[in-house]
């Protein structure tokens, strides 16, 4: 096939040795490839879709173990908008992009055409067929070791960013927990034209300030500042927090 992709300098970018070149080569072979008569001289007879179905599990394992872990406060619906924003068509595509998949997918002459390298859900399941891959190769507590490395950045600013997150609440019901107290939120500053205000808000309870946070929305900076306040109780608590009384 002419500029078949090279999947040896593709491994050769790993941290690691990748011994089953064959199946590391079906991460790459989109279900268009099939219908290709280069695919017959490959002997690709089987698309990464199978290990697409895998490595989504595997993935949302360790992505829910991660959060489960981390956020021991958090309930079942928190945890899950938290997952559903990392787990998810532009997040994997993203990192796919990171680790140049497109450059390796083998894929039919009408989706190339129509440039399929860079579709975001062709991707997604490229990413999530090399973590089911990596999974056979290495075993589960190394793909777990890989993830954690990834993953752990994003589930940071995931939770930091305004408007990702319904923070308020939450501080609102841990404040009460803890102290007793509602937070209280205060506007420091409102600078900028009226086009393009920056408003600073700080978040008290019982007369400390626990967060501070930044926007061009108001509401959106007492989101900021109070994600900062619980980052802030959880590191004074290590996380655990007092039942409800």
Do not use: W
Request: some cysteine.
């Amino acid at each position: 096939m002419k500029n078949e992709p090279n999947i040896e300098e593709f491994c050769s970018t790993l941290p690691f040795k990748f011994s089953d070149m064959e199946l590391l080569r079906k991460v790459f072979v989109h279900r268009s490839y099939l219908n290709e008569k280069e695919s017959l001289r490959l002997k690709a007879f089987e698309s990464n879709e199978r290990l697409e179905f895998l490595g989504d599990a595997v993935l949302s394992n360790v992505i829910s173990h991660m959060l489960f872990t981390k956020f021991p406060d958090m309930d079942e619906g928190e945890l899950t908008k938290i997952r559903s924003r990392l787990v998810n068509r532009h997040t994997l595509s993203g990192l796919a992009r990171g680790l140049e998949l497109d450059k390796y997918m083998y894929l039919g002459k009408g989706e190339r055409t129509s440039g399929g390298a860079l579709n975001p859900m062709i991707l997604a399941g490229a990413f999530e067929a090399l973590i089911a891959a990596m999974y056979f190769e290495l075993g589960f507590r190394m793909v777990f070791s890989y993830l954690e490395t990834v993953f752990a950045p994003l589930i940071d600013a995931s939770v930091m960013q305004p408007g990702h997150f319904d923070f308020k609440p939450r501080l609102q019901e841990l404040a009460q927990r803890v102290f007793k107290e509602a937070p209280r939120y205060r506007t420091v500053s409102e600078d900028g034209p009226p086009h393009k205000r920056t408003f600073v808000v700080e978040v008290t309870i019982t007369g400390e300030v626990f967060g501070r946070g930044s926007a061009s929305k108001k509401k959106d900076a007492e989101q900021s500042a109070a994600a900062s306040a619980l980052k802030e109780l959880e590191e004074r608590h290590n996380g655990v927090f007092p039942e409800r009384g």
